[in-house]
């Protein structure tokens, strides 16, 4: 499969916050969601992936640069920490933009300048899915996204009669919780995306949603681990998301940021 149309975006550091303000209803209300792109692709045969992987990363860099594009992009290299091996992707190449005009505009310089970055990733890349995302944040992330750090992602399906409204007020409790607990965007983040296209085809087989944790590093996720498992916060979680939706295990990865805004 050619690879055009290339590359990407997720990550959580400058989405804007899921939860705002209602004064209307004195409740609360979906915020603005940011714009992301995933790529997720298989190394040709033959192929150092980690090798070309690093190769592209700093070629499609010097690119953006020349063309003036992704100034207020961070892109990022996944690669699996803890994983059943259902999602065998090789290469995932995710990041995201700061607003869907910057998205727009970036999109379209490279369709028009990205020949030779399409040209590159298909000297090592195959079978590549693309899906586009909208995200929304429960807990803002700090700059820790800027530099390498962890991601873990989980896809969540809602249960019968359950839909926005409901995870929206679980949502606000939950954010609140988190807060109370000191896990805040110091060395976590937490989001949730929806897909807007290129997930997978067919009613009943693409998720609700993906919920989206990053980490600073591995203690802050075996601190978040603890919080869950000893400290009761998966009480809470089951209490305020149980009968709203259903989540598969979770897949941690390795994020490797090779872009960010100050680049």
């Not at 259902?86 to 970036?106: E, H, I, M, N, R």
């Amino acid at each position: 499969m050619e690879l055009k149309n290339f590359f990407g975006v997720i990550c959580i550091a400058a989405a804007p916050a899921v939860l705002a303000d209602n004064h209307v209803s004195d409740g609360v209300q979906w915020s603005t969601g940011a714009p992301l792109e995933i790529y997720g692709c298989s190394f040709k045969e033959g192929i150092d992936g980690y090798e070309q992987s690093q190769k592209f990363a700093a070629s499609w860099n010097k690119w953006a640069d020349e063309n003036d594009a992704f100034d207020s992009h961070v892109a990022q290299l996944m690669w699996s920490e803890f994983s059943d091996g259902q999602y065998p992707t090789d290469f995932a190449w995710l990041g995201y933009w700061d607003s869907y005009d910057s998205a727009g505009k970036d999109m379209d310089i490279r369709s028009a300048k990205g020949d030779e970055m399409y040209a590159e990733a298909n000297k090592f890349l195959e079978n590549c899915s693309h899906s586009d995302w909208g995200a929304w944040v429960l807990v803002q992330a700090g700059d820790f996204t800027n530099g390498n750090h962890l991601t873990e992602f989980s896809d969540c399906v809602y249960k019968e009669g359950k839909g926005d409204d409901d995870l929206l007020v679980a949502n606000n409790e939950y954010a609140a919780l988190l807060a109370a607990r000191g896990l805040n965007g110091e060395s976590m983040g937490m989001a949730q995306l929806w897909p807007r296209a290129g997930a997978p085809v067919g009613i009943g087989n693409s998720p609700s949603f993906k919920w989206v944790v990053g980490h600073a590093n591995f203690a802050a996720y075996s601190n978040f681990t603890n919080e869950l498992w000893n400290e009761g916060l998966l009480i809470d979680f089951n209490r305020l998301y149980g009968d709203i939706v259903q989540c598969d295990s979770n897949r941690v990865y390795h994020s490797q940021v090779v872009r960010t805004p100050s680049n």
